[in-house]
């Protein structure tokens, strides 16, 4: 038996959220798809942090070097034109159907991935800072994580604070930026021995990341594995060498 919802899904045509052609209710056309989703693209990225690498490389030089606690990152997207605009729509605009459209995203590059992940027992969103939350009304990686967690029937815990407020300078180079967080999320209970998807809208230089899966670990859990809506291009602080 469908829900309403369900129902309205598979019968409502609408439009893409990108281009405006007939899509499924709250889905990419077909065309829109091949351009934004990595599941269409060839390529190589770095199976723990998910940037991009030359073809045949496991891992980034980056996670090479200081080796995130998050021991794998699934993103749906890079975090390019135009599936950039879809998650400014959410961040920017408000537009929380995005979520919604993200979570089936991550799921669908879940299914497909040639790297399992352990089996999650939970999915964590990272907590916005009050200003954000202020500025927004409501938090874009708490938004994903709900509908991630309802397509995965994965349970949702919201078990990470912040530990102070104040914005991450985007602008600080990898080390300096790691630096700037150091410390910034602890947990609000001990966590079980479970994995955990740590979930965000976009993952940068994964430092905010590294401390919420460093924070998560800290408080009981297995490990943690990133989900998130898409990946930017992170320019390399390290000599490329080959491995
Ligand atoms: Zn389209
Ligand atoms: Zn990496």
């Not at 800072?129 to 949702?156: C, D, H, M, N, W």
Request: hydrophobic fraction near 45%; aromatic fraction near 6%; proline fraction near 6%.
């Amino acid at each position: 038996m469908y829900s309403i919802h369900h129902l309205f899904r598979k019968v409502l045509i609408i439009a893409c959220p990108l281009c405006g052609m007939a899509a499924r209710a709250g889905d990419l056309c077909e065309g829109c798809a091949r351009d934004v989703l990595r599941i269409h693209q060839s390529g190589a990225w770095c199976l723990q942090c998910a940037v991009r690498v030359d073809q045949g490389r496991q891992r980034c030089n980056q996670c090479v070097h200081a080796n995130p606690a998050y021991i794998q990152t699934i993103t749906a997207m890079d975090y390019a034109y135009p599936g950039a605009l879809l998650v400014r729509g959410l961040k920017e605009r408000g537009r929380l159907a995005e979520a919604g459209l993200f979570a089936r995203m991550l799921a669908n590059t879940l299914a497909t991935h040639p790297h399992a992940l352990p089996a999650l027992g939970a999915l964590v969103p990272i907590p916005s800072s009050r200003a954000s939350l202020q500025k927004r009304g409501f938090s874009p990686a708490a938004e994903i994580a709900r509908a991630l967690s309802a397509q995965l029937t994965v349970p949702l815990k919201p078990w990470l604070q912040r530990t102070r407020e104040g914005g991450i300078q985007k602008a600080l180079d990898f080390e300096a930026r790691r630096q700037s967080v150091r410390g910034l999320y602890d947990c609000i209970r001990t966590v079980p021995p479970v994995w955990v998807g740590v979930v965000d809208d976009v993952l940068t230089s994964g430092s905010t990341m590294h401390e919420a899966a460093l924070a998560l670990k800290r408080a009981g859990a297995l490990g943690a594995v990133a989900l998130v809506a898409a990946r930017t291009a992170w320019a390399p602080t390290l000599p490329e060498t080959e491995m």
